[in-house]
């Protein structure tokens, strides 16, 4: 591959700490090469297509595979999705307290659902269950294909801390639509943000 080769992405893991533990986490994970696959930014909105919605249904079951975890805001983009997770504390049974308050479960868990699952695990079962969906609309549907994979292989990640940083993210999750053109994950980006801008709003 010589000098054409992709810059291998840092983890941003910390080392050492328990990411199974209660918290929130704001997350956003990437299409491979950035390939705008989930519908298209028109007029400061996004239209999702069938594979967007799809990405959208996953999102929304992971609080029934994972019995401790919760959603909170969440947007599909074009090559990427934005989400905040809060994990609860299986041990002692305590919510997270910069969140809100804890919602009633609608749907049945799934079979086989996990308790106390890190996070680690919750975002591989996503990328796990979108690649397979995806796959199936590629055989089935035509939609776009993607070469190896349909993810980059890490996500990013944000340890939310109080209750403001969590109000700043989900407004930063509502306006990303309006923010496209200065978006860095937006490949016909002509000025992109400084990585890590939404920190200083």
Known sequence: MGGNQAR?????RLPGFDYAAAGAYFITIVTQNRLCLFGEIIDYEMHLNDAGHAITRW?????????????DAFIVMPNHCHGIVIINDPAVGADLRVGPPKKTRIHPAHPGAHAGAPL???????????????????????????QRHLWQRNYYEHIIRDENSLNRIRQYILDNPIRWDADRENPAAVAPEPKDAWLLR
Not at 59 to 71: A, D, G, H, V
Not at 122 to 138: D, L, S
């Open 59 to 71: 999102w929304f079951e992971l609080e029934r595979k994972f019995t401790t975890i919760e959603t």
């Open 8 to 12: 291998r992405r840092r983890s941003s």
């Open 120 to 146: 680690p695990t919750v975002i591989q079962w996503f990328k796990t269950m979108t690649t397979n969906e995806y796959m199936r609309g590629v055989k089935t549907f035509g939609w776009p294909a993607f």
